[in-house]
Each structure stands twice: as structure tokens, then as C-alpha cells.
């Protein structure tokens, strides 16, 4: 009994530092990932489905390994915020954000409004709103061009800091979305006291539309939340007409996801910005 003991411990404990030298491997890659040029920035466009105008973007971390290729952000995010590498790495997405939406305003390509993806490990830096003004005013970018996309875990937790930065951001006109609507344990009845703008119909219920009646549900009751709370609804991970459909039925007004374009690089995001603008006036 003693020697399989021994050798289950051996197993997971191999097992397990597999996983922390693969997380150091990578975090190690991560360490000046930015200054080699691995890590780029995607665009994804936000629809009005009434209309189809583009209202916005958001912007989406790509990084490129030199030998393992991409890494989804799924997997580095999480290594960048544990090793506290993400402030660099999201305070540098955040300046080329504001600066790349400014540039579209002055080519007159867009005026739309660039949402950007806010790590909890950013969020409670003190410094977090001046961070936010400081990228803004550096790009010369109207304040409410710019939406932070924050899940519910980040403002729901440290509840009394994380409301004084959004009154402060709220104050400097700045947009507020909940990503990922939905999925947190939030009481849905508390969201009144934070001053957001927007809720993300997080795409795992979008998914499942139509049909599922518990996503139906979800859906539907997160679009009369909103609107009876004054705030936008997006539905994000929208992949079909069917799920299209469904949303105008429900009277949800925006929409993103594979049906309208993928996450696009800033020239591929310009070619199809004009070919949809003529499509769209056709
Ligand atoms: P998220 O913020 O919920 O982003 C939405 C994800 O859905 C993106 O995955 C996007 O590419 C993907 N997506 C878009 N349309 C569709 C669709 O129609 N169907 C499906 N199935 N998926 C769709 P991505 O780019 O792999 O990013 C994954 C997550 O990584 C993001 O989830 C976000 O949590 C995080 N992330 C990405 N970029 C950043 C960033 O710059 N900063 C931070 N803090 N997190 C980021
Ligand atoms: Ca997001
Ligand atoms: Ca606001
Ligand atoms: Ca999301």
C-alpha cells in the first residue's frame, strides 16, 4: 500500500510540475514578448442589427510564438496576470487602442467607440483611472470613444473601490461594459448601484439560441434588465441568422460575432470597414 502510495504521489507531483515548468516556460516567453513584436492587437466590429452600422470594436491580444506559434489568449492571459506582466502588456493594448481609434476618426474612416479588455489585475491598480486618462489624452481620444469591458467578478469584488473608479470613469464620460453578462454570481438587483453602461450577453447563452429554453430565458431576461435599468444590451459570439433573428425578436439592438466578421488586424479591419460601409448603403 505504501508503494502505490508512493507512486500516486510520484504521478501527480510529475504531473504537476509539468504544468508549473510549462507555465514558467511561457512566462518566460511572455517577458518581452511585446518589445520583439509577438504581441498584436485584433479588431472584432460591434453591429446595430436594426441598421447594421458598425457602433464599434473591440479590441482582442494576439500573440505570435516564434517557434510554438499562437497562443490563445486564453492561456496567456491568465500566465501574464499571475505574473503581474499584464499591466505592462495591457497598459501598452490600451495606448495603441485609444491611438488606433483616433487615427480612424481623423482618416474619417469611423467615429465609433473602441471597448477595450480590462484584466481584474489592472482594475485594482490605485492608479487605474489615470492610467485610463493618461492613454486618453496622450491619443487625443474623446473620452466616450473608449469602453472598458469588465467582467462581473472584477466590480463585484472589493465592492466599495471598484465603485468609486467607475463614478470616477463614469465622471470622465468614459464607457463601462459587463462582459461575460451572465455567468457570475452576481445578485442581479445590485447592478443598479455601479454606473455601467452596457451588459455583454455572455456568448455561452448565445450559443445555445434558439431552442434552449433556459438559454432563451437568460437571454430575454438579461435584454428587460438592461432596458429597464437604461443600459445597451450586446450579445456577443453571434454566429448565425437564426441567432440573429432570435435577438431582434427579443429586441436586443447589438450584436458581434462570427456571422458579421472575426477579430481582423487594423488593415484587414480597414478593407472590410469600406466594403461592408458600401454593402451596408447598397
Ligand atoms: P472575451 O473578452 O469574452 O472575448 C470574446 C472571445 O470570443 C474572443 O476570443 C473572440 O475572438 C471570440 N469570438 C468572437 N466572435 C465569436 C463567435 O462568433 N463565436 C465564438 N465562438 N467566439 C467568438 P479570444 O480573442 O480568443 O479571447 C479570449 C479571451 O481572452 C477574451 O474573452 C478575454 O477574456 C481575453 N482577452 C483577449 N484579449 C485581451 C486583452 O487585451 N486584455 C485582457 N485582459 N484579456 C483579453
Ligand atoms: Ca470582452
Ligand atoms: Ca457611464
Ligand atoms: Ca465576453
Known amino acids: 500500500a505504501k508503494e502505490a502510495g508512493r507512486n500516486r504521489y510520484q504521478f501527480y507531483?510529475?504531473?504537476m510540475t509539468a504544468r508549473a515548468i510549462e507555465r514558467l516556460s511561457l512566462e518566460r516567453d511572455l517577458r518581452g514578448a511585446a518589445e520583439r513584436n509577438e504581441l498584436f492587437l485584433v479588431y472584432q466590429p460591434q453591429i446595430e442589427l436594426t441598421n447594421g452600422y458598425i457602433i464599434g470594436a473591440e479590441v482582442l491580444l494576439r500573440w505570435k510564438h516564434p517557434v510554438r506559434g499562437f497562443i490563445s489568449?486564453?492561456?496567456f492571459i491568465p500566465v501574464a496576470e499571475d505574473s503581474g506582466l499584464i499591466l505592462g502588456i495591457g497598459e501598452r493594448a490600451l495606448r495603441?487602442?485609444?491611438?488606433q481609434a483616433q487615427v480612424w476618426r481623423e482618416q474619417g474612416l469611423l467615429d465609433m467607440r473602441i471597448s477595450v479588455n480590462i484584466s481584474a489585475v489592472q482594475f485594482r491598480q490605485t492608479d487605474f483611472v489615470e492610467v485610463i486618462e493618461r492613454a486618453l489624452a496622450e491619443a487625443g481620444l474623446p473620452p466616450d470613444k473608449l469602453e472598458l469591458e469588465l467582467t462581473?467578478?472584477?466590480?463585484?469584488?472589493?465592492v466599495e473601490p471598484a465603485l468609486e473608479k467607475l463614478r470616477r470613469l463614469d465622471t470622465l464620460g468614459v464607457k463601462v461594459a459587463i462582459d461575460d453578462f451572465g455567468t457570475g454570481y452576481s445578485r442581479l438587483s445590485s447592478l443598479r448601484q455601479f454606473t455601467v453602461d452596457r451588459l455583454k450577453i455572455d456568448q455561452s447563452f448565445v450559443?445555445?439560441?434558439?431552442?434552449?429554453?433556459?438559454?432563451e430565458a437568460i437571454a430575454t431576461a438579461i435584454v428587460a434588465m438592461g432596458s429597464s435599468l437604461g443600459l445597451r444590451v450586446i450579445a456577443e459570439g453571434v454566429e448565425t441568422e437564426?441567432?440573429?433573428e432570435f435577438l431582434q425578436r427579443i429586441s436586443c439592438k447589438e450584436g458581434q460575432g462570427y456571422l458579421y466578421a472575426w477579430p481582423m488586424t487594423t488593415s484587414e479591419f480597414e478593407a472590410w470597414v469600406t466594403a461592408w460601409q458600401l454593402h451596408a448603403r447598397a
Request: net charge negative; aromatic share 0%.
Open 73 to 75: 489568449p486564453l492561456r
Open 96 to 99: 495603441e487602442s485609444c491611438r
Open 207 to 215: 450559443h445555445d439560441l434558439p431552442g434552449n429554453a433556459d438559454a
Open 152 to 158: 462581473e467578478s472584477v466590480v463585484m469584488q472589493d
Open 242 to 244: 437564426a441567432q440573429e
Open 13 to 15: 507531483s510529475d504531473d
